[in-house]
């Protein structure tokens, strides 16, 4: 993270060097004894600053852990189009898997949809920006209307709707990303260019 200071919405700058100790240590302390146990304090003992420190800046745990899912997400599940939608939508996967998966960022990512469902301030802070929904929107939105004639809204959810499925759900061995891949270009096919949909509407195929 670049050192440099911060303001937060209450007018009060804030040093990066403190910001980034409290979101590591959040992360670090995740890992190691889950998320019902987390606390300010343990998250402000670890990262070596006072417990006002965490409270001026951040109101909840869940606030904490938010802010650092989001800014690592960004890097974790950033691409750059080729041009190639499905070599495009295999890697986005396969980044999607790894953070879902393998990274600290991921595993807070979950424990705050897991939360959410018990918590409405957290689904609050869920709904108003969902870092993985966000990076699925991306994805979309590259892609393009020749490629996704379905409501971006429906695509997102084709996209990664089912790993996060799967991220909360033992289902054993699962299809690789090229068969999940082709899986949502299928689906996301308008059904006026799916020919089961002109025969059921009682008009010729082309």
Known sequence: MPERTTTTKAGRPRSERARSAVLHAADDLLVEIGY????????????????????????????????????????????????????????????VEVFLACSDAGAAYKALVAAAQQDAAVADLMRASDPLIDSAHAIVDALGQDTVQVPARQAVS?????????????????????????????????????????????????
Do not use: C, H, N
Not at 188 to 202: H, K, M, N
């Open 158 to 206: 084709l996209l990664v709707g089912p790993e996060v499925l799967d991220a909360f759900t033992d289902v054993g061995e699962r299809a690789g990303a090229g068969e999940r891949a082709d899986a949502f270009l299928r689906a996301v096919r308008s059904p006026a260019q799916d020919p089961t949909e002109t025969l059921r509407s009682g008009e010729q195929p082309p």
């Open 36 to 95: 019902a146990d987390l606390t300010m304090k343990a998250i402000a003992e670890r990262a070596g600053v006072g417990r006002q420190t965490v409270y001026r800046w951040w109101a909840t745990k869940a606030e904490v852990l938010f802010e650092a899912t989001t800014y690592d997400a960004a890097k974790e599940l950033a691409s750059e189009p080729s041009g190639d939608a499905r070599a495009d939508v295999v890697a986005y996967l396969e980044r």
